[in-house]
């Protein structure tokens, strides 16, 4: 199994410029989650995904958009970057009836 | 509110010393609480939970309901201990986990 899975690893916007990040899992997990770490904040929510079908915000949703398109996949839209938006960014997923998120690699997002 | 609070951004010791890694938490009830690993490099990885009250590569970590705190403890730090350690709790009414800032614990050799 390959876990929890992120794509791409690296971007470099321009400000304005859109672009969606993708997670998938292959854990057959309910919940799936959308963080940004920072220096100094830690990783704070953006959406998550009780399950397939169902979305809601987090900490830090403003500027970002998500869709559960299936149960395995979870996508995270900018559509319109700004410098602010210069962070790294994990999916995780998390079984029901479980505690333990798992993380993927993250991806490393810079808008100029 | 339910709220973490890790209190060192960083903690530098050397090889061989303790090591201690401070998480206070306010939450209403009865709080589930982690502690996340992010070695360099490399994917957030759950270290520990309360409720399992194990010990896992050395750490040990003890809810103290009275003081609320979840402190990181283990007893002769070694330099592959060196990572971003970030203590978690769960938000049951909310299906969220709440993180800390983090502390980024550094182990000289």
């Known amino acids: 199994n390959a876990g929890v899975t992120q794509t791409p690893k690296f971007q470099v916007l321009k400000t304005g410029q859109s672009m969606t990040l993708q997670c998938a899992q292959d854990?057959?997990?309910?919940?799936m989650y959308w963080y940004r770490q920072d220096p100094g904040m830690g990783l704070r929510l953006i959406y998550y995904?009780?399950?397939?079908?169902?979305?809601d915000k987090g900490e830090v949703p403003n500027g970002y958009n998500v869709s559960r398109l299936n149960k395995r996949e979870f996508s995270l839209r900018l559509e319109s970057a700004a410098p602010s938006q210069t962070s790294v960014y994990f999916c995780a997923s998390r079984s029901q009836g479980t505690d333990t998120q798992y993380f993927g690699p993250g991806t490393r997002l810079t808008v100029l | 509110a339910q709220r973490v609070t890790q209190p060192e951004k960083l903690l530098s010791v050397f090889k061989g010393a303790p090591v201690e890694l401070k998480c206070n938490y306010s939450y209403s009830g009865s709080p589930e609480l982690f502690w996340y690993v992010q070695y360099s490099r490399q994917r957030l990885q759950l270290l520990l939970r309360h409720i399992s009250r194990e010990s896992i590569k050395g750490f040990t970590a003890d809810l103290n309901k009275g003081e609320t705190s979840f402190h990181l403890k283990k007893p002769f730090a070694q330099e592959e201990d060196s990572a971003m350690y970030y203590c978690?709790?769960?938000?049951?009414?909310?299906?969220?986990?709440?993180f800390g800032t983090g502390t980024r614990l550094q182990v000289f050799p």
């Open positions: 978690a709790l769960i938000s049951y009414n909310t299906d969220k986990l709440i």
């Open positions: 854990m057959n997990h309910n919940s």
């Open positions: 995904s009780a399950s397939e079908g169902t979305t």
